[in-house]
């Protein structure tokens, strides 16, 4: 459900990722079924069943049965305290703002990485923004509008402080000697020049010249309000000068944006996944108030996220939202397995601190188990040199560890609290 959602994406990107990644939690499902049944018929499977009376296997459930017996005991404890700290990291994760930066996908040591530092200390930035300057048949590149127009939208990326060094085809202009310049028209300057390079800058046939502004890697949240605010001046100076029209483009301007869109994109996605899990688990325990319950624990290591995004400065990203339907999964993955073995012991115990505590000590082992595996696996990527890998991985790590927190911990407190009979 986590990944099929992000077939609501409007990006083609994240809906063939969110089916992919959906077709292989479904063949993982069957491999599972098929292998585990095949397997636990064989000589491996009571190689298994032996293990399970080890005495490491008993060690581990001497100390699920100490930690169910110290989380039922001070439930009231656990449950506000859980609740709490779920709420107030949630508020403080609410405070993410998304951002991207080329660099985000650049070894930390490598030269391309130091040269896109090196250019945004020495030349303003290796990016660029563009402002395309259009002309109607009645003027040229020799009227005095058009010319207007040019020094004018090279005055708004001046007086940016994101934005620095405006070349249009006037500063190439400005190159030539005073009597070239005093003497001949721009359409005739414009012949001085090779046309390779002064078609950079202007074409003439289409009535079309280009204004270039270098700007820093400091991400597309952080230029999105620069670009509306130069947009804006765009258009009044359209409108001070009939016959020409300016408009803002480039790369940057369109990653910024459709990265944006794609964050949108999978935090909606996220949002419906969580309504539908909600959902699949009342219907599948047959319990609204367990489905309630489940909300608390399955919230906690998205927060927990949210808020370490916040502590240490990094802004929403995509890698971000991404872990954050990663950990919803295995976070549900988790509560569902507590939770099915919570109603099977509460229909034979005496009360449900009874059953919560038979739960935690049958299904424990497991999610501590499988946690650990994949703090390990994740563990590994996350000394890569990428920055986007080891972010993933790095806040994969927190997000398993705070998910485990939230089911052995927060989820046996609240329904001990709010579930069944005492």
């Given at each position: ?85 779920t709420v107030a990291l949630g508020v403080v994760a609410l405070r ?34 563009q402002a395309i300057v259009e002309w109607s048949e009645a003027l ?9 127009v040019l020094r004018a939208v090279a005055h708004v990326y001046e ?264």
């Open positions: 459900i986590g990944f099929g959602s992000l077939w609501l994406a409007r990006m083609s990107m994240i809906r063939q990722f969110g089916i992919a990644t959906a077709g292989g939690a479904l063949l993982a499902l069957v491999a599972v079924m098929i292998a585990c049944g095949a397997l636990a018929s064989t000589r491996l499977g009571d190689a298994c069943a032996r293990g399970a009376e080890s005495d490491a296997a008993r060690g581990a459930r001497r100390w699920f049965e100490w930690c169910g017996t110290c989380v039922t005991n001070h439930a009231p404890a656990f449950a506000i305290l859980g609740t709490l700290a993410l703002r998304p951002n991207n930066q080329l660099q985000e996908a650049i070894p930390y040591r490598s030269p391309a990485r130091q040269a896109i530092v090196r250019a945004d200390e020495k030349f303003g930035g290796l990016l660029e923004s040229s590149l020799d009227s005095p509008a058009v010319r207007d007086h940016e402080p994101l934005t620095s060094h405006p070349t249009s085809i006037l500063d190439v202009f400005d190159a030539l000697p005073a009597p070239a310049r005093e003497n001949l028209a721009p359409t005739q300057m414009l012949k001085l020049f090779p046309p390779d390079v002064s078609r950079r800058l202007v074409r003439t046939d289409r009535r079309r010249a280009r204004v270039v502004a270098n700007v820093l890697d400091s991400g597309g949240g952080v230029y999105e309000p620069v670009f509306e605010r130069i947009e804006r001046e765009f258009e009044r100076i359209s409108s001070a000068h009939p016959g020409v029209t300016v408009r803002l483009t480039g790369t940057t301007l369109l990653a910024a944006r459709n990265v944006n869109a794609m964050i949108e994109d999978l935090a909606r996605s996220l949002a419906t996944a969580a309504l539908a899990i909600f959902f699949v688990i009342a219907a599948a325990l047959r319990s609204i108030r367990l489905a309630l319950i489940a909300l608390i624990p399955n919230v906690f290591p998205l927060a927990v996220v949210g808020a370490l995004l916040v502590a240490i400065g990094y802004p929403l990203q995509m890698t971000s939202v991404v872990v954050f339907s990663v950990c919803l999964g295995i976070a549900v993955d988790d509560t569902i397995h507590f939770l099915c073995r919570y109603r099977e012991e509460l229909a034979r115990a005496a009360s449900s601190v009874a059953a919560v505590r038979s739960a935690l000590i049958e299904v424990g082992p497991a999610i501590a188990t499988t946690t650990a595996v994949f703090l390990v696996g994740f563990g590994c990527v996350a000394i890569s040199d990428i920055p986007v890998l080891r972010v993933f991985a790095g806040l994969c790590c927190v997000a398993f560890a705070a998910a485990l927190v939230g089911d052995l911990l927060i989820l046996p407190a609240l329904v001990t609290v709010l579930d069944g009979r005492r």
